[in-house]
């Protein structure tokens, strides 16, 4: 399985600053038949279902406001809130779908600071 | 539009069984695979499973192996999760999910609780 680890398990960032959480796997999630890294970012508030943020590591779902991000390659992957709202206080998860199982990074909790 | 609409809140008995339901609409039931993640209170996300909309293949988790049953009535684009032999570590939020690669649109969640 591939084991999927995010850091730090969370963080307060004070409005309008950066908020930046890290998500490294266990093995490389970039798929030849594709040509793309199947990695997904997700962000979960407080009583509903997860929303889809970022697929193929760094494309933005429509409807997410552009100061979402993703970014990294191989292993290594990166969300990144440019300029955190409040709206945006939520668990934020990485995903592979690389392979069966699918797997999901632990969650990381942001605040406002 | 897309839509998964999901069974009622349910509270079973240890050994006991569970089926959920996932209801979906606005999309052509048997292009996607729906998968099944679950989340223990305050916990994080965890696969359980997934289904082939058109021909009913299914993959399930290790884990679950052997307890878990997915299947799907194509007339009524409806997906169903039998989980048998429950216990305490059962009680959770069990999502549908519909899948293009990622989980482009989820269900709002069973609240299944094992009490005794």
């Known amino acids: 399985d591939i084991v999927m680890t995010q850091s730090p398990d969370s963080l307060a960032v004070s409005l309008g600053e950066r908020a930046t959480i890290n998500c490294t796997s266990s093995q490389t999630v970039f798929h030849t038949s594709t040509n793309k890294h199947h990695l997904a970012w997700y962000q979960q508030k407080s009583g509903q279902p997860p929303k889809l943020l970022i697929y193929?590591?760094?494309t933005r779902e429509s409807g997410v406001p552009d100061r979402f991000s993703g970014s990294g390659s191989g292993t290594d992957f990166t969300l990144t809130v440019s300029s955190l709202q409040a709206e945006d206080v939520a668990v934020y998860y990485c995903?592979?779908?690389?392979?069966?199982?699918?797997?999901f990074g632990q969650g990381t909790k942001v605040e406002i600071k | 539009q897309v839509q998964l609409v999901q069974s009622g809140a349910e509270v079973q008995k240890p050994g006991a069984s569970v089926k959920v339901s996932c209801k979906t609409s606005?999309?052509?039931?048997?292009?996607?695979?729906l998968h099944w993640v679950r989340q223990a209170p305050g916990q994080g996300l965890e696969w359980v499973g997934c289904?082939?909309?058109?021909?009913?293949?299914?993959h399930y988790a290790q884990k679950f192996q052997g307890r878990v049953t997915m299947t799907r009535d194509t007339s009524s684009s409806t997906a169903f999760m039998d989980l048998s032999r429950l216990t305490s570590d059962d009680t959770a939020l069990y999502y549908c999910?519909?899948?293009?690669?990622?989980?482009?649109?989820w269900g709002q969640g069973t609240l299944v609780t094992v009490s005794s």
């Open positions: 606005g999309y052509t039931f048997t292009d996607y695979h």
């Open positions: 999910a519909r899948e293009i690669w990622f989980y482009d649109y």
């Open positions: 995903q592979q779908y690389c392979g069966l199982p699918r797997t």
């Open positions: 289904i082939d909309g058109g021909s009913g293949g299914t």
């Open positions: 193929w590591s760094s």
